[in-house]
């Protein structure tokens, strides 16, 4: 008896130590900018920037996107990329989650400037703004 309680204890307590470190991994990256879809377009009336849509399938796209870089084949669109490694990268896709796999793959290839829209091309649909 005492052996079963103190593996189900153990068992509780292995089952809380993977929940912890597997919460951990998807919170945001500190490299990372979450935006709102009202900021992300109060931006874009205001200066030029790089929109980029990582969404794959390819998705009908905000107005004013720039490129189409499948979230998981960013390395083979680096010569699409700005050289400029500080030059400020919007990113989105259709809900956040493959903006968040993009942003990761930048960062590692040297982009410091990175935002990724939250809620993506959803949340931008939901507060009326254009798409092409």
Not at 32 to 50: F, G, H, K, P, Y
Not at 82 to 109: F, H, I
Request: charged letters at 20%; aromatic letters at 10%; a neutral charge.
């Amino acid at each position: 008896m005492k052996l079963r309680i103190l593996t189900k204890k153990t068992l509780l307590f292995s089952i809380m130590i993977i929940a912890i470190v597997a919460g951990c991994a998807f919170q945001k990256p500190d490299y990372l900018t979450m935006i709102s879809a009202d900021e992300l377009n109060r931006i874009m009336q205001n200066e030029s920037i790089v929109l980029i849509d990582v969404h794959i399938p390819e998705q009908q796209h905000i107005k004013g996107t720039n490129l189409f870089i499948p979230y998981n084949e960013v390395e083979r669109y680096q010569d699409k990329l700005p050289a400029d490694k500080n030059t400020a990268l919007y990113l989105y896709c259709e809900g956040g989650p493959m903006g968040n796999a993009a942003a990761r793959s930048l960062y590692e290839l040297g982009y410091r400037n990175l935002y990724n829209l939250e809620g993506g091309a959803k949340a931008w649909r939901q507060a009326g703004l254009a798409f092409e």
